[in-house]
């Protein structure tokens, strides 16, 4: 069993779908903790950590973001905010004369089991930044994030 700590039922669907593949259980807590103003690795750090400590048990914690090229990186570590906000109009609007429009989507997965420091693992998808939204499946930036080499 693997205890994953947020209060994104979005990200608790994707992980269940994944971890089905390998008969793992997994178990959901939304924790509640505060988040550091920071990078994806610190925040994922910081929650791990907090949540290992606090429940006595080894923990997950996940924080991702869209960083793309042409915004210096924009929203990165503030996509969840620019979702509650502007959403995906909003940077659409911010693309619109845009030619580059390369952009990187980026998980920290942070794991941490009690008297032990937490450790960070990186995944990061290469494609791009649609001119449209398509499809209805998925969640948040996923009708903008298009990755050519999947079609």
């Given at each position: ?64 973001g ?22 995906n ?18 998980s ?44």
């Amino acid at each position: 069993m693997i205890t994953f700590i947020t209060g994104n039922e979005h990200k608790v669907k994707e992980a269940e779908n994944i971890f089905k593949d390998y008969d793992i259980t997994l178990e959901h807590i939304d924790l509640g903790y505060e988040e550091p103003q920071g990078t994806l690795e610190e925040v994922a750090l910081s929650g791990a950590k907090y949540a290992s400590r606090k429940l006595d048990k080894p923990v997950i914690v996940e924080d991702a973001g869209l960083f793309i090229k042409a915004l210096n990186g924009f929203p990165g570590t503030y996509s969840h905010y620019v979702q509650d906000t502007i959403g995906n109009q909003g940077i659409l609007k911010l693309l619109k004369d845009t030619q580059d429009r390369y952009a990187e989507f980026r998980s920290v997965i942070g794991y941490c089991a009690p008297n032990s420091e937490p450790k960070t693992f990186l995944g990061k998808v290469e494609g791009e930044i649609a001119v449209e939204e398509k499809g209805d499946l998925g969640f948040a930036f996923d009708p903008l994030f298009y990755v050519p080499s999947l079609g």
